[in-house]
Structures are given as C-alpha cells and as structure tokens.
C-alpha cells in the first residue's frame, strides 16, 4: 500500500499544529508539531541540530512542557523555524527517530495560563430569561 501524500494528511505540511505530547520514551511533555499520522518531536528535532542557525536555543526552549517561550519569540523567529521544518520534510531529512505515531502519544496543554479570572460584562449576560 503506498502511503498518502503529505498532502493529503489530517496534519499538512501547511497547517503543522503546535502542541505538548509525551510519549513513553519520553513521559515528560515536551513540545511538539503534528504532521499527517506523526507528531514531530521538537526538543528531539532541535538536538540534531538542524534549527541552530535559525534559532539557536531551540532545544532548551523545545524542550520545555508548555509553548509559552517559543510563543513569546518575535513572528519572523517563529517563521523561520516553521519554514525550516517544513523544508526538513518535504525533502525528508527529518531523523526518524523525532516522528512519534500519533497514536502513541498523550496530548498536553500547550500552554500555562496563568491570572486568568472568570467574569460577566453585564446583568442580561448572566440573567435567566
């Protein structure tokens, strides 16, 4: 059986959702972009170095249990780690060892929020009619 176009995968080379997984190699969550039937592993992606030149302190960051950090970096730092990925795999020189089956990993929230208080804005918001 051949296998799909990258394409024509519920995760395309276009979208790659950011994400927090962990998996049994790797129970700790971790950060993570999911692409056709794989989750990419970014903290095990960024420790082959393929990211130092455009951003050098991918593993530390990547390696961190909540998206927080990356999501705070300036967009045309996020940009280039996201082209770089997806050069990385329209060629296929992402290592597999970094492609975890979806299946096999337990999803995480992406993010800390913190500070955040519940509210109404008015009387006809909360009131029964």
Known sequence: MASPALD??????????YGVISYPAHPKPRCA?????????????????????????ADSIFSESALNTFAAL??????AVRSKIQDDLKSGRVPSQCLIRLSEVQNHLPMRIGGYSDFYTSLEHVSRR
Request: no cysteine; proline share 10%.
């Open 33 to 57: 972009v999911a692409i056709g039937f794989h989750a990419l592993d970014l903290s095990e992606y960024a420790k082959t170095d393929v990211l130092k030149d455009v951003f050098p302190s």
């Open 74 to 79: 300036p967009w045309d730092q996020r940009k």
């Open 8 to 17: 024509q995968l519920p995760h395309t080379i276009d979208s790659l959702p």
